[in-house]
Structure formats: structure tokens, C-alpha cells
């Protein structure tokens, strides 16, 4: 930290020495589901040692919101032209810990306006804000990245393997990591898998992974469709929280230049995703729909296999990634789940031999 600051991170809490004053954290694209999320850990868990903010764009905070988190500070800040930035900095300071979580990530809508896609997804604006910032160390910029930026021709990715992506949303992110790397000092890039968990304490109106997976078998409708042949490694949203709080108390060793898989410790595909609900929650297995990607057109290429391999993730910073079967469990808080004893998916490895293994999966 800054003037020979001493920071830890104890019981899920960061450590300061008494009487230093409060620095920001700051997560952009704070009122999505992933921002949510975060706002409520830091803000529960540092908020005697951090001022925690969040930027929105066009949905200002609700009542409820402020209500059960009325210390968090939220402001309107347009991404694309870095306008309302230099109101944090008046109000609040300089921000030791910046959380870029803003983005355009709907991949089809990406194909519709490359041009937004690429000035909403490169943080031009933020790190140009940073840097502007007379500090003797840059502050952390955590930039939320993806796997879409992998081909998808092969399984179990790693951090040094080339970038190819398939799509516009790929591309975007592809610019992005390569725009923090040339332009900024201290950062730690996630390329995020699909992110899954319960809804954050003020609940998102957008249907989420899990639950339309659970509505779908539930309902037993068979309005759903599973597919097969594309595989990821879906991340519980309280393992991503936690890899940032840990990446916050890292930083206070010094800058950093991390580039992270963030994906959880299961290969699955659509199917293998229902599957698991389906066992966890009871429903019928005959209620999964499988279909393949060759029989679905949904207006945008999509990489195949976008496993990756999280050996550097688990390493780096020691945490323990939950099963996709807990994470199912957690989510909806069922203590009457009763969890497979053995779930028929390929759990992630690091062995040069599956690493390698494509299984025989044809590209669309």
C-alpha cells in the first residue's frame, strides 16, 4: 500500500492499522449481478477499513438497495467516455482497488454493434483515470475478462495459450486485455467462466443460469433445450468474490501483472449442467432436452470448448473452488438436496493427456 501501509486479510476482513484513514474500492458495472454481489461482500466484510463505491449507467440504485446497503456510494458514470469519474475522485478520493465488472457481454448484441461492444468492453476511460492519479503505486484494476477470448478447438485452456476468439464479444475482450497490458502497471485480468449462484441482495431482473435450468425441469414443460457439445467450466459467484477479496489483500505485497483463468473445477456442457440440477433437485433426467449445437441457430458463433485449466488460479491465490453440485445446492439453500455420489462429467485436470484431448468435438 501507498506510505508503507500494512494491509491483511483475516477472517474475510481486511487488516489496517488504527487510525489510517479509509481508501475506495470501486467496482464498475456495479449494479449487475456480479457487481451486486461484491458491493455486499465488501461492504460487509471492509467497510471499516474501505469506502465502497459502485458505478451504474442507466438503473440507479432502488430504495431497497440503499436500504440494506445505505454505506455503499454509487455513482452515474458513462464507461464509454469516462464522464463522472472525476466526481469519485472529488467525493471519495482516489481509489486504491478498482473492480471493472462493466461490460457489454451479450454475445449476439456484440454482433449487432461491434463499435459499442469495443468501447464499452476496453477500459480506455477507467485506466486513462488512473492514470491521471498522482500516487506513487497505481491503484489494482481487476478487469473482469472472459473465456470467450479461447478458440474453443480444444480443451483445458491455460493463461499462456493463445487468444483466438470466434466472435465480436471475444474479440472485444481479446482488445481489452491487450489495452490494460500495454497501458496500466498493476493489474490482475479474470477471464471469467459462466458465473452461477443466487440471486444478490437486491435481486436482478435477468433470468440467470441456474434458476431457468431449475425452472425449465420443474416446470416439466420441455420448453428447454440442452445442449451437448459445448462445454465450460461454470464458476459459483461467491468463489469470484472471494478471488477478488484475496486478489485486494495480495495487492498489498506490491503492483502485480496477473492474467487468471476463472472457472470452476468441473468440464461441462449444457446438458451435463441439467443433468446435476436434475439429480441435486430431484426433477426426472428424461426432462433434459438434449439438442446440439448443429441444430440451433442463435445469430452468433460460439466457441466450442472453453474449459480451462485453473491450476494458476488455485496456486496463486490458495483457494478451494466449490463443485458445480454444491454450488446447485447453495443456491437454492436446500438442505434436503442430496448430492450425487458421482457425477458423470470430466472433472478438470491439469495431466498433459486430457489438457490435450479435444473428445472428438466438431466445430460449428
Excluded at 491487450?178 to 458465473?195: E, Q, T
Excluded at 443466487?198 to 420448453?223: A, F, N, Y
Excluded at 457439445?229 to 486478489?247: A, H, K, M, Q, S
Aim: hydrophobic share 35%; proline share 6%; glycine share 8%.
Amino acid at each position: 500500500m501507498e506510505n508503507g501501509t500494512k494491509v491483511g486479510f483475516q477472517n474475510g476482513k481486511i487488516t489496517m492499522p488504527n487510525g489510517t484513514k479509509k481508501e475506495v474500492i470501486l467496482v464498475t458495472g456495479g449494479s449487475g449481478y456480479l457487481g451486486l454481489h461484491l458491493i455486499e461482500a465488501l461492504a460487509k466484510g471492509f467497510s471499516s477499513q474501505y469506502d465502497v463505491a459502485y458505478t451504474y449507467q442507466s438503473h440507479p440504485p432502488s430504495p431497497e438497495l440503499h436500504q440494506k446497503l445505505p454505506n455503499v456510494h454509487s455513482f452515474q458514470v458513462d464507461l464509454r467516455t469516462g464522464r463522472g469519474l472525476d466526481i469519485i475522485s472529488s467525493t471519495l478520493g482516489h481509489p486504491r482497488v478498482v473492480v471493472n465488472c462493466g461490460a457489454l457481454s451479450v454475445p449476439r448484441m456484440c454482433e449487432q454493434d461491434p463499435e459499442a461492444a469495443m468501447a464499452i468492453n476496453i477500459p480506455r476511460s477507467v485506466v486513462e483515470w488512473l492514470l491521471s492519479q498522482d500516487m506513487s503505486i497505481p491503484p489494482l484494476l481487476i478487469h473482469l475478462s472472459s473465456d470467450q477470448v479461447y478458440e474453443g478447438d480444444k480443451s483445458f485452456y491455460k493463461e499462456e495459450d493463445e487468444t483466438k476468439p470466434v466472435n465480436v464479444y471475444g474479440k472485444s475482450k481479446v482488445a481489452s486485455e491487450n489495452y490494460v497490458k500495454s497501458n496500466y502497471s498493476n493489474y490482475a485480468i479474470l477471464r471469467s467462466s459462466i458465473i452461477y449462484g443466487p440471486q444478490p441482495v437486491v435481486p436482478v431482473p435477468k433470468s440467470l443460469p441456474l434458476q431457468w435450468i431449475d425452472r425449465v425441469l420443474s416446470t416439466g414443460d420441455g420448453e428447454g433445450e440442452f445442449l451437448v457439445n459445448e462445454f465450460r467450466c461454470p464458476i459459483f459467484v461467491t468463489d469470484v468474490v472471494r478471488v477478488v477479496e484475496l486478489l485486494i489483500a495480495k495487492h498489498a505485497e506490491g503492483g502485480m501483472k496477473l492474467v487468471l483463468n476463472l472457472g470452476g473445477p468441473d468440464r461441462l456442457s449444457r446438458s451435463d449442467m441439467a443433468d446435476i440440477v436434475a439429480q441435486v433437485r430431484g426433477y426426472k433426467m428424461e426432462l433434459v432436452n438434449r439438442v446440439s449445437t448443429l441444430s440451433m441457430d442463435r445469430g452468433v458463433v460460439s466457441p466450442v470448448d472453453t474449459s480451462m485449466d485453473v491450476t494458476k488460479l488455485v496456486a496463486v491465490l490458495g483457494i478451494t473452488l466449490t463443485d458445480f453440485a454444491t454450488g446447485i445446492a447453495l443456491t437454492f439453500n436446500d438442505k434436503t438436496s442430496v448430492l450425487p455420489k458421482k457425477i458423470e462429467t470430466t472433472q478438470l485436470t491439469t495431466t498433459t493427456d486430457k489438457n490435450n484431448n479435444n473428445n472428438n468435438i466438431t466445430n460449428s
